[in-house]
């Protein structure tokens, strides 16, 4: 679930056909070549502490992400941009260094993230630490409360520049038992869970109070290989290996009763432009016991112990347990699961610090976002060692400023083949995004991403 976009406001969102639509700019034009953008801000917009949104606040938080010092992940994201320019109080110009294929999406709060637009006074008065704790936007929903772990509490606002909330207060609470979550919907206690667990889904569907919701999740997961941390995943061979011993309709039948899509690839079915169903047919990933035994042979790297970083969380840790064996099954490996707290996985997934790690993506509304920050050497969530591959360096630049949209296809699809050969990680599946919803909940409406909203949302 993505608490941000119930907080902040982009200059542009994404619809739920991942469209994007204008938020905080009304209106825009670009020019012939593309490479200059004009956005017309909307007027009257408050920020949760009473500020006028302005240009200003469009220019500010331009410098203040492109800034070092700031150290967001992603600064890169906006690398394509040459400057800003202030046309007036609710005017801006972005001029590009080239034409972008998915220039707009960089402009969306979540899950483009480049450019959220948050108070300047708000960030300055509380200092960074307070300010992710507590954040200050102009979005449906204030933070009335957040204590770390265990309660986020947030409060309509009442001076939102679109549609005001039916809803007064939404609490969100924590749950990672199964059975807590599962009791918690059926009595009421809550009315609503993003990714219930599936081994409950039955008896969650027969529940007359609940309604199951379902769509394709906007991501990938897999077993990503550290080539900092174990030498022998630089020969390609030891990792592709690894890739090709996957069953992946036996993982995901055994780890998710089948309820995720099982994949050989970062593109997801989400982004319905760019994937591919016949994916799994070509992939240089596909399951291959076989030649999986004798690539690896080849390699000469012999036995291998290695760690697997995991979140405790149900799905990740389920996978692994399932996962890991099927590996072994085909290779002279011996995995160890190392279970750690989600907070502790990102910590460390950033930091780098696992020899192979069970995760993925999320919220990739677009191909930038399944490859450009995974797989580009340097890229912003690669922190598993990989890079070097110029080719695919330049390819994957190529569909990033590619402005016609066939073209650009056709190299996304390029570089999606690139990755799936290098094997920087084996791709197993797919999410499926699934929600439970209390029945006293109306007007909710399920998104191709989890940017879902329940600003359209009352109770009845």
């Given at each position: 679930m993505q608490i941000g976009n119930h907080i902040y406001s982009g200059l542009i969102y994404a619809d739920h056909n991942l469209e994007p639509q204008g938020d905080l700019a009304e209106?825009?034009?670009?020019?012939?070549?593309?490479?200059?953008?004009?956005?017309?801000?909307?007027?009257?917009?408050?920020?949760?502490?009473?500020?006028?949104?302005?240009?200003?606040?469009?220019?500010?938080?331009?410098?203040?992400?492109?800034?070092?010092?700031?150290?967001?992940?992603?600064?890169?994201?906006?690398?394509?941009?040459?400057?800003?320019?202030?046309?007036?109080?609710?005017?801006?110009?972005f001029k590009l260094k080239s034409p972008s294929g998915s220039f707009l999406m960089t402009l969306t709060c979540v899950p483009g993230r480049a450019l959220i637009i948050a108070s300047r006074k708000s960030l300055e008065k509380m200092g960074p630490e307070q300010f992710s704790i507590t954040p200050v936007g102009t979005g449906p929903f204030r933070v009335a409360e957040h204590q770390v772990g265990t309660k986020f509490i947030l409060e309509r606002f009442d001076d939102y520049f679109r549609e005001v909330p039916k809803i007064k207060r939404v609490n969100i609470i924590p749950v990672t038992e199964p059975e807590t979550v599962v009791a918690a919907l059926r009595t009421g206690e809550i009315q609503f869970h993003n990714r219930p667990p599936t081994q409950f889904f039955k008896i969650l569907e027969r529940d007359p109070n609940i309604t199951m919701m379902e769509g394709p999740d906007p991501g990938f997961r897999g077993l990503m290989l550290n080539q900092d941390k174990v030498p022998a995943f630089k020969d390609v061979r030891v990792r592709l290996a690894i890739a090709k011993a996957i069953d992946r309709d036996a993982l995901a039948k055994r780890a998710f009763f089948g309820r995720v899509l099982p994949g050989?690839?970062?593109?997801?079915?989400?982004?319905?432009?760019?994937?591919?169903?016949?994916?799994?047919?070509?992939?240089?990933?596909?399951?291959?016991?076989?030649?999986?035994a004798r690539l690896w042979e080849e390699s000469g790297v012999g036995k291998l112990k290695l760690k697997t970083v995991s979140s405790v969380a149900a799905d990740d840790l389920r996978s692994a347990q399932v996962l890991l064996p099927l590996i072994e099954k085909v290779l002279p490996i011996k995995f160890e699961i190392e279970q750690v707290d989600p907070s502790v996985n990102g910590k460390r997934f950033r930091a780098g610090d696992y020899e192979t790690r069970v995760g993925g993506s999320g919220a990739d509304i677009d191909p930038n976002d399944s490859i450009r920050d995974f797989f580009?050497?340097?890229?912003?969530?690669?922190?598993?060692?990989?890079?070097?591959?110029?080719?695919?360096?330049?390819?994957?630049?190529?569909?990033?400023?590619?402005?016609?949209?066939?073209?650009?296809?056709?190299?996304?699809?390029?570089?999606?083949?690139?990755?799936?050969?290098?094997?920087?990680?084996?791709?197993?599946?797919?999410?499926?995004?699934?929600?439970?919803?209390?029945?006293?909940?109306?007007?909710?409406?399920?998104?191709?991403?989890p940017t879902w909203s329940f600003g359209t949302v009352s109770m009845g």
């Open positions: 209106s825009w034009e670009v020019s012939k070549d593309s490479r200059e953008w004009t956005f017309q801000l909307r007027q009257g917009v408050k920020f949760h502490d009473g500020e006028d949104f302005t240009a200003d606040d469009v220019i500010y938080n331009y410098n203040r992400i492109k800034d070092p010092k700031t150290a967001s992940i992603h600064r890169r994201r906006l690398d394509e941009i040459d400057k800003i320019e202030k046309l007036g109080d609710h005017a801006v110009r050989v690839g970062p593109i997801p079915a989400a982004q319905k432009l760019y994937y591919r169903d016949f994916k799994r047919q070509i992939s240089a990933q596909k399951y291959d016991p076989d030649a999986a580009i050497t340097n890229g912003k969530f690669n922190t598993f060692g990989y890079g070097g591959n110029v080719t695919l360096d330049t390819i994957i630049e190529e569909q990033f400023r590619e402005g016609d949209q066939e073209r650009r296809k056709a190299l996304v699809h390029l570089a999606e083949d690139m990755v799936m050969a290098d094997a920087p990680m084996a791709f197993t599946h797919h999410l499926i995004e699934y929600l439970a919803v209390r029945k006293e909940v109306k007007d909710f409406r399920m998104s191709p991403t």
